[in-house]
């Protein structure tokens, strides 16, 4: 297999040359490294290497390019690499200057460019190699190929190959599909030798047939039992705001465990890039902030159980009791609730009967290499939504944007909005909603009606990506537990009468109608929504953990309301 390439091009020999010095010093031999002095060299180029099937990896182009801006060229460059990143080089001095902050916005907005990176300085420029590397790993995870992949070989799309690349992708494990009839899959095969399908074979060579969910989780080291154990804290979810809490938990001192009913990262794991992260200019996967946070929490201390679902939590003789579906129980003098939201159902049986089969809730960013060249519809109208049709028109060949709102801005940021009108195999049908659909074992038609005049549209369709509102993890919470009308926790001063007379003293501000547990993230009634916000309340929880652990010490126990679980054997 030949190199793939990383191309850059500039109109300024010197500047190129410097480039050029630091991409062949640092990414031969792994890559191939092309130079290129002008727009039309670089097209001409582009074109050919895209006609003969050659793989870019990344293209650099100069902020102005024979007197245009670099930006136009690298939009240009998706015709022909649509996975490739493209990122500008801009100068060290432009750092903080508005209009070239503006230009880059807009060329981020409008997807002509994925990145950018400050000119390297002289050798060595360990950061400007840091940008790239995350540049190449980006590409790599686009095209299946992180590093520590585990390979999937299923014998058809659907079934259970397709649940484990949903459990290895709640693990934010790095996987890559193949059928065992292609010409990857033999490959995997030959050195297997016959096998009960789905198979995976692990980075480490190990193969593993149609393992459950706690085999994959343990062969990764990703699974503990803490069934009978007391500690500080129980974190339940291990999303932005359960790892956050983890980080906090963990290093302020607190024995603290994260109990997830899958692994890391929540629904942030189904994020293709978040942009709007602190500390990321250049954007992050949801996987890999979550891959990092975990490993954070895990050096702190934290211990992590996953594939273990919770099913109850009640405060029992001063210390709160937390159940798990394998029957195990663990005692915590505190809980942070952090189990967050999901998508809501389409409720369309003939639909629901395709789930994973061309039918997919929320997991755009893992299924995309799925539907190259293809229909496909995307049904929601808020940020998820939008972000998810950007990604995937990078493979498909039209992605359709269902959005029963009259209008995309009455539910989506502007920067998306904008981005979306700027993606031109994007089309965008408002005021209207997915009735119907099937397929014969795979998605192949929906159904559209408009909202306005009740016209029914009979649509081929290849896939379908359902976005379309959160649904909190609740519904197995006690009554002690208050929620609002949409089932989200209700915290702080948000609780009714009773349970603030229950606690004898005023709620904390996270501080659930069970004394002693709080609530974080999406979880929570009035939660913002976003990573940023998960994250925050993850770690404020752990302020007000240590704050009721300074009253207990000081003799000031709250009773709470009365437990239901009370009395049962
Ligand atoms: C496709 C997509 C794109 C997004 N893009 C962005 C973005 O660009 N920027 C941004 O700021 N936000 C974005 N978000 C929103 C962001 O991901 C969420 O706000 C954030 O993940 C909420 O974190 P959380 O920890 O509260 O909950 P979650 O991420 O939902 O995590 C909850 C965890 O709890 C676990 N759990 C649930 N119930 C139980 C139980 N009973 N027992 C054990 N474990 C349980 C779940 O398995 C899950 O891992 C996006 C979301 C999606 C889906």
Request: proline share 6%; aromatic share 6%.
């Amino acid at each position: 297999m030949t190199a793939p390439l990383i191309v850059a091009v500039d109109d300024d020999p010197a500047l190129l040359a410097a480039v050029d010095r630091e991409l062949r010093t640092r990414y031969t031999p792994d890559y191939r490294v092309r130079t290129l002095g002008s727009t039309a060299e670089a097209t001409r180029t582009l074109e050919e290497l895209a006609r003969t099937g050659e793989e870019v990896a990344l293209v650099l182009a100069a902020e102005q390019l024979d007197g245009a801006p670099g930006a136009d060229f690298l939009g240009e460059v998706a015709r022909w690499f649509p996975q490739a990143q493209r990122a500008l080089l801009i100068a060290w001095a432009g750092v903080g200057v508005p209009e070239v902050g503006d230009a880059l916005f807009e060329a981020i907005a409008r997807g002509r460019i994925d990145h950018y990176v400050i000119r390297p300085a002289p050798p060595p420029d360990e950061q400007f190699h840091q940008a790239l590397s995350s540049f190449l790993l980006a590409w790599a995870e686009t095209r299946r190929r992180a590093p520590h992949t585990i390979e999937v070989v299923g014998e058809t799309w659907s079934g259970r190959a397709y649940r484990l690349r949903e459990v290895l992708g709640r693990c934010a494990m790095p996987h890559r599909f193949c059928l065992a009839d292609s010409d990857e899959g033999r490959a995997i095969l030959a050195g297997t030798g016959p096998r009960r399908f789905p198979l995976l074979v692990m980075p480490n060579g190990a193969v593993m047939e149609d393992p459950t969910d706690t085999d994959i989780a343990r062969s990764a080291g990703r699974e503990l039992d803490p069934s009978g154990e007391r500690f500080d804290l129980v974190i339940v979810g291990c999303g932005p705001a359960g790892l956050s809490a983890g980080v906090y938990g963990a290093s302020e001192g607190l024995r603290t465990v994260v109990i997830d009913s899958g692994s890391i990262g929540g629904q942030a794991t189904s994020s293709s890039s978040i942009r709007n992260y602190l500390g990321f200019p250049r954007g992050v996967t949801g996987a890999e902030l979550a891959r990092r946070a975990h490993q954070q929490a895990w050096v702190f201390g934290a211990r992590f159980a996953f594939m273990q679902q919770v099913t109850h939590l009640a405060r029992e003789d001063g210390e709160i009791v937390v159940d798990l579906h394998t029957g195990g129980v663990v005692r915590a003098r505190a809980v942070v609730l952090a189990t967050g939201a999901s998508y809501r159902r389409l409720g369309i049986e003939p639909l629901e009967a395709l789930n994973g089969a061309g039918v997919f809730y929320g997991a755009a960013s893992s299924e995309a290499p799925l539907v190259a060249g293809e229909e496909v519809f995307v049904v929601g109208g808020a940020n998820s939504a939008g972000q998810a049709a950007i990604h995937l028109a990078g493979h498909a060949k039209r992605v359709t944007l269902v959005v029963r709102a009259a209008t995309l801005e009455a539910g989506m940021s502007h920067y998306l909005v904008h981005q979306i009108e700027a993606t031109p195999n994007i089309e965008v049908r408002t005021s209207t909603e997915v009735v119907d659909g099937g397929g014969d074992g795979w998605l192949d038609h929906l159904v559209l009606r408009h909202r306005e005049d009740g016209a029914l549209e009979t649509v081929g369709a290849y896939a379908l990506f359902l976005m379309i509102g959160a649904q909190p993890h609740t519904a197995w919470l006690p009554p002690t537990f208050q929620r609002d009308a949409s089932g989200f926790v209700l915290t702080g001063a948000e609780l009714d009468a009773a349970a603030i007379a229950s606690l004898g003293r005023a709620p904390l501000p996270l501080e659930t109608s069970v004394p002693g547990v709080l609530a974080a993230g999406d979880v929570r009634s009035g939660s913002v929504k976003r990573v940023a916000s998960a994250v925050g309340e993850g770690s404020v929880a752990i302020q007000f953990v240590h704050r009721l652990f300074a009253d207990e010490r000081r003799g000031l126990r709250p009773t709470g309301l009365p437990s239901p679980r009370a009395g049962v054997p």
